[in-house]
């Protein structure tokens, strides 16, 4: 199994950032499609941002592009997802996702909605006001 751990979650003023930090055991030789979800009260859950963990392709929602940034650090088996340019309906509960994939098309297939991720961290509260 893969474990995932958030941090980094807080409160910010409108236009302050943030970093969200994931942090995963379990299958850490694997390549795997990471990311973020977030869902607020009385909203559907909105997939973020995406990395392949194998070569670093990345994929954002549009209403993220150009503010947001999802990385990796190999080493530590960690993403980060450095949120700037924060605006009030970024507020939400924030999750980590995971899913052991053999290639980067599977994480487009993931990051579409096409199939669903299997595992999942226990959130972190973004709030912007």
């Known amino acids: 199994d893969v474990q995932l751990v958030e941090s980094g979650g807080g409160l910010v003023q409108p236009g302050g950032s943030l970093r969200l930090s994931c942090a995963a055991s379990g299958y850490t030789h694997s390549d795997k499609c990471m990311g973020w979800f977030r869902q607020a009260p009385g909203k559907e859950r909105e997939g973020v941002a995406y990395?392949?963990?194998?070569?670093?392709?990345?994929y954002y929602a549009d209403s993220v592009k150009g503010r947001f940034t999802i990385a990796q650090d190999n080493a530590k088996n960690v993403v980060y997802l450095q949120m700037n340019s924060l605006k009030p309906e970024d507020t939400a509960m924030y999750y980590c996702?995971?899913?052991?994939?053999?290639?980067?098309?599977?994480?487009?297939?993931?990051?579409?909605?096409?199939?669903?991720?299997?595992?999942w961290g226990q959130g972190t509260q973004v709030t912007v006001s």
């Open positions: 996702v995971a899913h052991v994939v053999g290639s980067s098309g599977y994480c487009s297939i993931l990051s579409r909605g096409e199939a669903d991720f299997g595992y």
């Open positions: 990395i392949y963990t194998g070569g670093g392709t990345t």
